[in-house]
């Protein structure tokens, strides 16, 4: 069994797969495990899986748990909408987590097996015949499997090669990242707290992780076209701080803050939902197969989601064409469901006038029940 990519749908599909008793191996295009330097969101329907995985404590040693999410008004600082996280363990089962993505991998590859990873190996063609699949690297040489996942992100070969030849469109949206030491912030920034400032067309998101030593900001905002020749480079302050110029003093101070090599800047791709994930004895997961924007913090998520129950499936199933059958049926409608809330986010909380969220709270996360679901208990059949 063959998973290609070893992100986050990669390695915890791994882990899943070996706890239904597979050996799978991870084929891995970069030469050493990496994640941007950022912060990630895990929220209840997640946690939920990747403690069914195994990883409760790690996640509990490893995370923050924010007590409050805040929207404020981006220009007077005032206070719109608190969401309190304080009862979401009685709420929805298990924590909503904050983290560093380079300690959530780390996690993953030492509960998954660095040894059973082949780093370097870029898949470049993907052929199947009744028999099992057959994947061809970049450096020419060949593997076969029974099965191959596709954890190959945004800009899957496999999605490419076998279910749609389709380039990803640029949506309008810019990711802005930076990890900031705690001390060079005012305090507020290293309370257990998301702290989202919004406005029209722009918003701008800052947590603490690893303890409070760090403070992750994402910045979001519009362009017309993204000119970069890759869709994630090297930012300077200077130009952030231009686009939030005359936003509230907690904005400025944090903006002033970044240090001048740690600010990078993402072109935020999306691509159409498919009307399938299967083809033969090859699924896709992740964003491979639902790529979504980032403004419900659901993209590792929903891919954390598929992981697990794919690993239910292939337990479940007599063979593993029914296990993908059943991983695709049980997943399909809820990660279309989340890529197209996702994808309107942005419309709903970068309101032309915030005091209107204040006044009419948006459909958030909790409203539309996401984090009820439970990856390690939902329905398979
Ligand atoms: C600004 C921003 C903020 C976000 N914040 C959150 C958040 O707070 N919470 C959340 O849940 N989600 C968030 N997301 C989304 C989340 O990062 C992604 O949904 C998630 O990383 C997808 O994981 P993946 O494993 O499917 O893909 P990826 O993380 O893209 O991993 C794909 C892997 O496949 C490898 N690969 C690619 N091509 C090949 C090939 N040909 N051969 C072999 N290997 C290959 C890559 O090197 C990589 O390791 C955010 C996204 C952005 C842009």
Redesign the pocket.
């Known amino acids: 069994m063959a998973i ?9 599909a791994g882990i899943a797969l070996r706890r239904a008793g597979f050996e799978p191996v991870i ?4 030469a050493a ?3 941007v330097g ?6 209840p329907n ?1 946690v939920k899986g990747l403690e069914a995985l195994g990883l409760a404590d790690f996640l509990a040693r490893t995370a923050n748990e924010p007590l409050d999410q805040f929207l404020f008004h981006g220009e007077t600082g005032e206070e719109l909408l608190r969401y309190d996280r304080r009862t979401t363990r009685e709420t929805y089962g298990a924590a909503y987590y ?1 983290l560093h ?1 380079a300690d959530l991998l780390a996690g993953l590859v030492e509960a998954f097996g660095a040894g059973r990873c082949v780093m370097g ?4 063609r993907i052929e199947q015949d009744g028999a099992g699949v057959r994947l061809g ?2 450096d020419g040489s060949e593997e076969r499997a029974d099965v191959a996942i596709a ?8 999605r490419e090669m076998l279910f749609d030849p389709s380039e990803p469109r640029f949506s309008g949206h810019v ?1 802005w ?1 930076a990890l900031i030491p705690a001390e060079t912030l005012p305090e507020r920034a290293r309370l257990p707290a998301s702290i989202n400032h919004v406005g029209p067309g722009r918003n701008l998101v800052t947590y603490p992780v690893r303890g409070c030593g760090l403070v992750n900001m ?1 910045a ?1 905002t519009r362009s017309d076209d993204w000119v970069e020749e890759s869709w994630n480079a090297r930012a300077m302050p200077g130009e952030l701080a231009a686009l939030f110029e005359g936003w509230a003093g907690y904005v400025g101070a944090v903006i002033a803050a970044i240090p001048q090599d740690a600010l990078y800047r ?1 072109g ?1 791709f999306v691509r159409e939902p498919l009307p399938t994930w299967v083809r033969g004895r090859v699924a896709l ?5 639902h ?4 403004f419900m ?8 989601e ?1 992981a697990v129950v794919l690993g239910r499936c292939f337990e479940a199933a007599a063979h593993a064409q029914e296990a993908l059958r059943l991983y695709e049926s049980a997943r399909i409608e809820r990660a279309s469901f989340l890529q197209a809330e996702s994808n309107c986010g942005g419309d709903r909380l970068q309101a032309l006038d915030p005091y209107a969220l204040r006044d009419n709270p948006p459909q958030n996360e909790d409203a539309l029940g996401i984090f009820r679901y439970d990856p390690a208990r939902v329905g398979i059949t």
């Open positions: 290609i990519g070893g992100g986050i749908g990669g390695l915890t084929h891995e295009r970069a495990f990496g994640e950022a912060g990630i969101s895990l929220s997640a904050q993505r190996a870029a898949l470049a690297f970049a954890a190959d992100g945004l800009r899957s070969t496999v990711a990242r994402v979001l993402w935020l997961l992740g964003d491979a197969a790529p979504m924007l980032p913090g659901q993209g590792a998520s929903s891919t954390i598929d």
